[in-house]
């Protein structure tokens, strides 16, 4: 399961709708579709601040504040939207409000419903993101460990992530790796492993 379909299966849970709608006014259907929506996009602009190496410390470092091992309806109910607000802010820049307005067009949510969505969902993506991460890196470090030379091996920890190696060279697939999260955790495990 990809970092995409992991995320879209815990916010998409009856829970975490349920506090979705409550919370934004949106009908369960609005709300899945936005979640649906959205995800990508978040996930393919993570990727894009993650190209840098001071935009993959500032994101390693995001993550190491939002490590919950609540549920993501929890998360979700209890989400510090302040805090969302400004997460979001960060992982779109000067793309929020067209991705803001574009999210509504396509969802047939408010720009306000929209952006009240995703200050709740942030926090929750991004100890996501964080619990997902960690768990490559102890499987990396156990498959490191458990090698015969303890010669790391790039090529493999790439292929964890569903092909990632080959969309470094094909550009449809280095999109499909930015949108469903694989460069994203590769990108991740890379800067975690070397620290």
């Known amino acids: 399961m990809n970092l995409l379909s992991m995320l879209l299966s815990s916010m998409l849970s009856s829970g975490s709708v349920n506090n ?17 929506l959205a995800l990508p996009i978040l996930l393919k602009a993570m990727t894009g601040n993650a190209s840098s190496a001071s935009g993959l410390a500032s994101l390693v470092g995001a993550l190491t504040q939002h490590t919950s091992k609540s549920s993501f309806a929890d998360q979700i109910g209890e989400a510090d939207t302040r805090d969302g607000s400004r997460i979001i802010r960060h992982i779109l820049g000067s793309e929020e409000d067209a991705v803001v307005s574009r999210l509504a067009g396509e969802s047939g949510a408010s720009a306000d419903q929209v952006s009240a969505l995703l200050s709740m969902i942030a926090p929750a993506l991004m100890s996501g993101v964080s619990a997902a991460s960690q768990a490559q890196v102890q499987s990396q470090t156990q498959a490191q460990a458990a090698h015969a030379g303890g010669v790391f091996d790039l090529s493999s920890m790439l292929s964890m992530f569903g092909g990632m190696n080959q969309a470094v060279v094909e550009e449809p ?14 990108a991740l495990l890379t800067s975690m492993l070397k620290g």
């Open 20 to 36: 979705l709608s409550g919370k934004t006014g949106l009908s369960s259907q609005q709300v899945a579709k936005l979640v649906r």
């Open 173 to 186: 697939k280095q999109d499909s790796a930015a949108m469903d999260g694989s460069a994203l955790l590769g």
